[in-house]
């Protein structure tokens, strides 16, 4: 019943900029921590930004300053900015959730990913 869907990914230029969406649907309880990963070819999935259902925010130190995350939360939906992209950000961007679905069962729920593409 729970679905995690990513979108506004794509093909930018070196120094552009691009938001990301990732909205949570089903039959959901209540979202508490959402958060953005990225999976570049070859390397591991790191984290990228996490919020809270308070707002709180939390950024890998390497992208401070250029990603900007943040929530909608009557829309169950998180965001990622990111600015003065550079290719080294080429990478599939998937979203997390944390939440309890209809039975209160906490989980951790994935998406399936958006590519995000950086060259000129």
């Known amino acids: 019943q729970v679905q995690i869907v990513e979108s506004g990914g794509g093909l930018v230029q070196p120094g552009g900029s691009l938001t990301l969406s990732c909205a949570a649907s089903g039959r959901i309880f209540s979202i508490y921590t959402m958060g953005w990963y990225r999976q570049a070819p070859g390397k591991q999935r790191e984290l990228v930004a996490t919020?809270?259902?308070?707002?709180?925010?939390n950024y890998a130190d390497s992208e401070q300053g250029r990603f900007t995350i943040s929530r909608d939360n009557a829309k169950n939906t998180v965001y990622l900015q990111i600015d003065s992209l550079k290719p080294d950000d080429t990478a599939v961007y998937y979203c997390?959730?944390?939440?309890?679905?209809?039975?209160?069962?906490?989980?951790?729920?994935w998406g399936q990913g958006t590519q995000v593409t950086v060259s000129s």
């Open positions: 997390k959730a944390d939440l309890e679905d209809h039975t209160r069962t906490l989980m951790t729920h």
């Open positions: 919020i809270t259902s308070e707002g709180s925010t």
